[in-house]
């Protein structure tokens, strides 16, 4: 197949939504129909032992939910898939803002009960500002939930998206029949069987026929044929075009858990989704059919196999072809790196591949070169902007609770901190180290994941601070730099990266500074524009 053919037939994109809504699920039903699994696993219920095959880590498995981005491909009507299954928990909203970058694509899960929540406004948010193509699968329709108009509604004024619906349910809830899809032209009957793999579907393209009623009941087919008319008239049809660059966003009505409009999803999806789109670096856009190799790293993940303390740096590949063996430029480091396993992904497994293309995910085993951000290149000096470290929100300063292990506590620590779990910064007063987080949920995390991949105890201790702020001086020889640095001696640390960061201890200490040293700039993300 040559490389035009094999960049035609990647789909490479993120599942988002808000915790709870059937992300993982919906996850598992895809991969189930490209035939990745064989039977898909619950998310819910620690008494079962078959876990969700995205959520890998010991710790999702015991929770229930996903606190890293995981990567899953599959082969599906001879395209190649890549499914990014992100965090939906606020507190891991860093790991999925990152994501996003690295996709061609979005499908947001929305519950039916619960209609637009919370995070599904920020990530949605984001991918609009990157005019990222949207997909929406409204999910749980065999429970009680908002009517079909409120929803489309809520995506309209909540989300800001231009909805066009591609399927329409057939009643709610215990009334629920089925789904209309106007996309292929068929009705889909529901019977609540999850062990099936495809529900019957009928071809059925004149809503007038008074084949209807027999299939769905008379009332039924009248309030589905109302319903039809009125959502023809509100909403535009479906235009690939609008959708390719981000205007239109088309939705799907299903029940991920009962498998049912998962396949007309996954074939519309495979129809229109974009193959792999061109990426801005700082210096010039880079298109994906360019003959040489450009990538960049959205994710590091350590201890993905605990019996080998690996470290994996995930790269997306954006234009040209990844080879195993072939010497690439690390543009930050400015020297020639060699792969000889690169892996392509299912979940946890791993397999090492010779050849990978434009769209592509691979995981590179890393023994500390690399940071999330690095870029790697045939040899043109290239840096792909827009994967951010947010600011932190909690600190709490983190302490040896085993000091036999602190060897091991440093190097783990230090792992977590790259792979961007959180942040650590070291005042520049006592060299004490404080963890910084965007969410408390994560303490927890870092806690389990020291003791279980490390073999390391840490305990916290609070520490009160409201805001870290990078700080960036107009010159560092100045007076005023010079006094802001003395007065503010104690609130000064380092991060990782031996940057200055001001750790501010209220909003209003926060302006104070501001106004009093105004040739000093204080950014809330480290990686200023």
């Not at 790269?315 to 480091?333: C, D, M």
């Not at 085993?365 to 792909?384: A, R, W």
Request: aromatic share 10%.
């Amino acid at each position: 197949m040559s490389f035009q053919q094999e960049i035609l037939r990647r789909r490479t994109f993120g599942i988002i939504s808000h915790p709870d809504a059937g992300k993982t699920t919906l996850t598992e039903k895809l991969l189930l129909f490209g035939g990745a699994i064989q039977e898909a696993g619950a998310v819910k219920n620690n008494k079962i032992k078959k876990a969700a095959t995205s959520d890998f880590m010991e710790i999702e498995r015991q929770r229930g939910i996903s606190v890293a981005t995981s990567v899953l491909a599959f082969i599906y009507r001879d395209k190649k898939i890549n499914i990014l299954d992100t965090p939906g928990h606020k507190d891991f909203a860093e790991d999925t803002f990152r994501t996003l970058t690295a996709v061609d694509s979005v499908i947001v899960v929305i519950d039916v009960a619960k209609g637009v929540e919370e995070q599904t406004e920020k990530l949605v948010e984001v991918c609009r500002m990157r005019n990222i193509p949207i997909i929406v699968f409204i999910n749980k329709l065999d429970r009680e939930g908002k009517d079909a108009f409120d929803l489309l509604d809520e995506l309209e004024q909540k989300l800001g998206l231009t909805v066009s619906p591609l399927s329409y349910p057939i009643g709610m809830g215990y009334d629920f029949k089925g789904i209309y899809n106007i996309y292929e032209k068929n009705i889909n009957l529901f019977s609540g069987d999850s062990k099936k793999n495809i529900e019957e579907t009928i071809a059925f393209d004149n809503l007038e026929n008074p084949e209807l009623e027999k299939i769905i009941g008379s009332k039924a087919a009248e309030d589905l044929r109302s319903e039809l008319e009125l959502a023809n008239g509100v909403y535009p049809k479906f235009d690939i075009e609008a959708y390719l660059k981000g205007e239109q966003h088309p939705v799907f009505f299903g029940s991920a858990l009962n498998n049912f409009g998962v396949r007309e999803l996954l074939d519309c999806f495979v129809d229109i989704a974009p193959t792999p789109r061109p990426k801005m670096a700082e210096e010039r856009l880079v298109d994906a059919n360019e003959e040489d190799l450009t990538g960049f790293v959205f994710k590091i993940h350590a201890n993905m196999d605990p019996k080998h303390r690996d470290r994996l740096a995930f790269i997306k590949i954006v234009s040209g072809t990844f080879e195993r063996n072939k010497a690439y430029l690390h543009v930050r480091q400015g020297k020639k790196l060699k792969f000889s396993s690169p892996n392509a992904f299912f979940a946890e497994k791993k397999e090492i591949i010779d050849i990978s293309y434009p769209g592509d995910i691979v995981g590179l085993h890393d023994t500390g070169n690399f940071k999330i951000g690095d870029t790697l290149t045939q040899g043109e000096h290239l840096n792909y902007k827009g994967i951010p470290s947010f600011s932190p929100e909690h600190f709490r300063y983190i302490n040896n609770a085993d000091p036999m292990k602190s060897k091991q506590l440093y190097k783990g620590i230090d792992q977590l901190m790259d792979e961007g779990v959180a942040q650590l910064f070291t005042l520049e007063m006592n060299g004490r180290k404080i963890v910084g987080t965007v969410g408390a949920l994560q303490f927890e995390v870092i806690q389990y994941r020291l003791e279980h991949e490390y073999g390391a105890k840490c305990s916290y201790e609070n520490f009160p601070v409201y805001k870290a702020c990078w700080v960036d001086p107009k010159d560092p020889k100045n007076e005023e730099f010079k006094e802001f640095k003395r007065v503010k001696s104690k609130f000064l640390a380092k991060d990782k990266q031996g940057q200055l960061v001001f750790l501010a201890d209220s909003q209003f200490s926060l302006q104070m500074t501001q106004s009093k040293y105004p040739s000093v700039k204080l950014h809330f993300v480290s990686e200023f524009d």
